[in-house]
């Protein structure tokens, strides 16, 4: 059986479609992924995988994500004083106080999760670029 992935970026028009054959099978032919990052805007991979750890929320998530709802859903504007922050490879909503449980182990820890950790330059400039094309793309 062939299936199709239909990829789309988070932040502009980008979008792929992608033949799978598999023995699997849906309903429909076609497999969505809405939150996916075109290659303009794969950069942003290394500012989340710094910055999000530690949150409440999972990026690009309005609902729980304080940076994405800050901008989306209509490609609002942010602050000259976050995008500051972000170039900076730091995402200006990011707060301690969060811990990680190891369950693998029979004695399970909890741990502070360390949010003193910045990412690159490049991460932080992927961001903020990603960010405007976003806002250009919604009409903020």
Sequence with gaps: MALTLDLYCL????QSEIPIET???RNFDVVTAEDALCPKHIGVLA???EQCPGCVGGFGDAQ???LAAEYMPQGKSLSHDHM????SGRCPHRVGGTYEL???KPDATLTPI???EVASSEAGKAMHDAIMDYCHKYGG
Excluded: Y
């Design 11 to 14: 932040f502009c028009d980008a």
């Design 23 to 25: 023995e699997w099978g």
């Design 64 to 66: 729980e994500c304080p």
């Design 114 to 116: 360390d949010i003193s």
């Design 84 to 87: 500051v922050v972000i170039l």
């Design 102 to 104: 190891d369950r693998g």
């Design 47 to 49: 500012f989340v995988n």
